[in-house]
C-alpha cells in the first residue's frame, strides 16, 4: 500500500541551526509531493510541491526540498531557521495509481525552535 | 479571500448527541474532503468528494456521514457522538478532481464528546 513517512516526530533546534526533515514515500510510480506547515493553533498551508521536472523545490519562507527518487525521499531542508518556524510539519504524497484518488498525509514532524 | 470556512470552530457534545460540521469554499473547487487530526496520527481522511454529486470513503468513514450539498459546501455528520471522536476536524479543498493539486485547509472544529 502507498504511504507516507516522517520519522522525526519531535525535533528541537536553536535559532540559526540548520533543519532537514526527513520524508520517504512507498511507491514506484509517479509520484506528486507536498510539504505542509501548521502554526500553533492555526491551519494546514502549503511549503511547497514537487509535480516534476527540477528535483530541488523552493518554497515560501526559505524552505527548499530536495526529490530523490532512488532514495524515495522528498526531504525539507532549511538553511537558518527561525522562531517563528516553531510548527508541525507535514509531509503528504498522491500516488497516481489510475484509481488512488486521494493525498496520503505523514504523521508530522514538530520542530521546536529556542531562541 | 474567505477560502475555506468551517463551522462552528469549537463544540462539546455529550455521547449519543448528533451534530454536523459545515464546511464552505468560495474558490470554485471541484475536490472537497473532511480529516480528523489527533495527537501522533497527522491527518486521516474521513471521507471525500472528488467532483459535485460524488462522496467517496476514506481512511476512517466509521460513525461519520458527508453530504456533497452543492459545489460549495460540504458538510460532514455524526450521527450518535462517540468519545473517540473527540478531536479537531479539518475540511479542504483542491482544484482538481484527482488528489494531485495542494489542497487549501479551513482553520478547523475542535471536537470534545464528553
Known amino acids: 500500500a502507498q504511504s507516507v513517512s516522517q520519522h522525526n516526530h519531535h525535533v528541537i533546534l536553536s535559532e540559526a541551526a540548520s533543519l532537514e526533515l526527513g520524508c520517504n514515500y512507498s511507491?514506484?510510480?509517479?509520484?506528486?509531493l507536498f510539504w505542509y506547515v501548521q502554526y500553533p493553533g492555526q491551519h494546514l498551508q502549503l511549503l511547497l510541491k514537487?509535480?516534476?521536472?527540477?528535483?530541488l523545490v523552493k518554497g515560501i519562507k526559505g524552505f527548499e526540498a530536495e526529490f530523490i527518487k532512488s532514495k524515495f525521499s522528498f526531504n525539507l531542508r532549511k538553511p537558518s531557521v527561525q522562531w517563528s518556524d516553531t510548527a508541525e510539519y507535514f509531509c503528504a504524497g498522491f500516488m497516481n495509481s489510475g484509481g488512488y484518488q486521494k493525498v496520503t498525509f505523514g504523521t508530522g514532524t514538530k520542530l521546536q525552535v529556542i531562541p | 479571500n474567505a477560502g475555506v470556512t468551517q463551522t462552528p470552530k469549537f463544540q462539546v457534545l455529550k455521547t449519543g448527541q448528533s451534530m454536523t460540521l459545515q464546511c464552505a469554499q468560495d474558490?470554485?473547487?471541484?475536490?472537497m474532503y473532511w480529516y480528523r487530526q489527533d495527537p501522533g496520527m497527522g491527518l486521516r481522511l474521513i471521507y471525500y468528494?472528488?467532483?459535485?454529486?460524488?462522496?467517496d470513503k476514506g481512511e476512517v468513514p466509521n460513525g461519520y456521514n458527508v453530504s456533497r450539498l452543492n459545489k460549495r459546501e460540504f458538510s460532514l455528520r455524526l450521527e450518535s457522538a462517540a468519545p473517540s471522536q473527540t478531536s479537531v476536524y479539518f475540511c479542504?479543498?483542491?482544484?482538481?478532481?484527482?488528489?494531485?493539486?495542494?489542497?487549501?485547509f479551513g482553520d478547523g472544529t475542535r471536537l470534545s464528546i464528553l
Open positions: 514537487y509535480f516534476s521536472g527540477d528535483p
Open positions: 511507491y514506484g510510480g509517479t509520484v506528486n
Open positions: 468528494s472528488a467532483s459535485e454529486g460524488t462522496t
Open positions: 479542504a479543498s483542491s482544484e482538481a478532481r484527482r488528489g494531485n493539486q495542494p489542497q487549501h
Open positions: 474558490m470554485n473547487h471541484n475536490s
